[in-house]
């Protein structure tokens, strides 16, 4: 149900200077997700009747990204003034003139501040009829952080800044976490009354909360149950701490869901990805992307699956694999290299030091070491030799391989594309195969092997080689 009288501002006009990155700050990456994604999924899932987002710095990626994600949201550019104060007034001049409901503003870079809390949040604002209500926080380090002071009889007094607070005031552990909750009318009234008469020339959204006050209106400070739920990313460090944070939840969540992961501190799990109950995750693995795990299946140690798609009681270890298929009951590993496109069926093996791309691997077939599988096909049943390379460049296209069913090929093998290799055929050790191979047929490369009868004492004398010849000669 939407609340009609609910408004979202998200708050995304910052430059992120302190991450000193090309990539703007909302957009670096958290769980697989850009940061702003988790703000607006958020947003969202509160179902209020109005999304305004504003944006000024990287205006166009990030309107881009608000409009994939959420786009019923209003997107605002903020002007030359700064301040979130001056943000948050231009976004309610977007509203409609007839809304007289409440408006929640939240920044685009606390990312974990999930939609229960902010529903609660709203909730005890209406239940108290006041004109704002500012979310507060117990973080265990509060340097720089804006304080809340209250009154002896513990009601919310004001908001004092590091910069400006006495040494008692510094003392105090509850701070400011930069989320709010406004009356729009009084919200209006007030933001025309801000100035930006401060050191940084900026209009502040925290000289509301003061003029309010000075008005006589009634302002609460409502404390968050956990202070990372506020955190915000203003660094690369702080991104890290978040990301630790998100995926130490993802995987418990996973865990709660029946899979098994039996180290959570080296094992990363994005947002997107889907486990099924009796999945197994070993050590030093990552899922990421979209990937999709069936039941039974054994990931790890020290995997990394982007987008991949593994079927049920697979088992795929020490492997680096990105949009790849994996059939049930397949094995994958150790030291393998699936690039895109890589289909393997099931019961199909790749083995130690395979690198495939854009191959299909047919049910029960088997790439077990040392091999490139590029641009082929493999039929069901068919064993690929040791080291054997699919040679499908021929330096200006890539060129497709065609392997049978029930095949058999020797180590050392190359197969020069385009060829076909029929349905059972063989092929011998070190064959280089530039020609089709029929069906059932043995295909070899025949040369006979010279012998130069003392070719090491004549070209190598004087060498262990050549004493151990000479010696073995006697």
Known sequence: MTDSRLAIVVLAAGQGTRMKSSTPKLLHELAGLPILSHVLATSRALDAAHVVTVVRHERDRLAALVGKDLPESLIVDQDELPGTGRAVEQAIAALPDDFEGDVLVVSGDVPLLNAATLASFVAAHRDRDVSATVLSSFPEDVTGYGRIVR???????????????????????????????????????????????????????TDVVGLLRQAGSEVRAVPVADAWLVAGINDRAQLSETARQLNGLIVYGWQLAGVTVQDPATTWI????????DVTIRPGTQILGSTVIETGAVIGPDTTLVDCEIGENAVVKRTDATLAVIGAGASVGPFSYLRPGTILGADGKIGTFVETKNATIGAGSKV???????????????????????????????????????????????????????????????????????????????????????????????????????????
């Open 270 to 277: 994005d947002l997107k990805a889907k486990l099924a109950p």
């Open 151 to 205: 009154s002896e009889e513990g009601a919310f007094d004001r908001i004092v800044e590091q910069k400006d607070a006495t040494d008692e005031e510094r003392a105090i552990a509850e701070t400011n976490a930069g989320v709010y909750v406004f009356r729009v009318l009084e919200l209006r009234e007030q933001l025309a009354n801000v100035t930006t008469e401060n050191a940084q020339g900026e209009k502040y959204l």
């Open 368 to 474: 077990p070491h040392l091999s490139y599988v590029g641009d082929a096909t493999v039929g069901v049943s068919s064993n690929i030799g040791a080291g054997t390379i699919f040679a499908n460049y021929d330096g200006v296209t890539k060129n497709h391989s065609e392997i049978g069913s029930h095949v058999r090929t020797g180590s050392h093998n190359v197969f020069v594309a385009p060829i076909t290799i029929g349905d059972g055929a063989y092929t011998g050790a070190g064959t280089i195969v530039r020609k089709d191979v029929p069906a059932g047929a043995l295909g070899l490369t025949v040369a006979p092997q010279r012998n130069m009868d003392g070719w090491v004492q004549t070209n190598r004398p004087g060498t262990d080689a050549a004493a151990a010849a000479a010696k073995s000669g006697d």
